[in-house]
Nanobody
Framework: VQLVESGGGLVQPGGSLRLSCAAS????????MSWYRQAPGKERELVAA????????YYADSVKGRFTISRDNAKNTVSLQMNSLKPEDTAVYYC?????????WGQGTQVTVSS
C-alpha cells in the first residue's frame, strides 16, 4: 500500500488549497479513505472521510462547510478541497486507509495558513 499526498503550501487566511492523495497497492474502490491533520504540539485528528463509493462523507465540526472531500475511483485518488482557510488549519495533512487490521498513512503534506 502506498499513499502519496500533494498540494500543500503556504496560503493567506481566507484562501484555498486542494490536496490530493494518489493511492496504490490495494483495491482502491473497495475502501473508505480519510484525511487527518496534525498541528505542532497537538494530536493527529480526523478531518474528513469518504465511503468507498463516494456517497457518504464525514467532516469534523471545525471544517464543516469549508472543506470538501471527494474521490475518483477511476484514478485511485482522493482529494480535499479546502476553502476559507484559517490560521488554525495550519498542520501536516495525511491521507489514510484502513485495510483489514492495518492502517496505512501517507508521508503528509504541510499546509500553512499565514499572512
Amino acid at each position: 500500500v502506498q499513499l502519496v499526498e500533494s498540494g500543500g503550501g503556504l496560503v493567506q487566511p481566507g484562501g484555498s488549497l486542494r490536496l490530493s492523495c494518489a493511492a496504490s497497492g490495494f483495491t482502491f474502490v473497495s475502501y473508505a479513505m480519510s484525511w487527518y491533520r496534525q498541528a505542532p504540539g497537538k494530536e493527529r485528528e480526523l478531518v474528513a472521510a469518504i465511503g468507498s463509493t463516494g456517497s457518504s462523507t464525514y467532516y469534523a465540526d471545525s471544517v464543516k462547510g469549508r472543506f470538501t472531500i471527494s474521490r475518483d475511483n477511476a484514478k485511485n485518488t482522493v482529494s480535499l478541497q479546502m476553502n476559507s482557510l484559517k490560521p488554525e488549519d495550519t498542520a501536516v495533512y495525511y491521507c489514510r486507509v484502513q485495510v483489514g487490521t492495518m492502517a496505512y498513512w501517507g508521508q503528509g503534506t504541510q499546509v500553512t495558513v499565514s499572512s
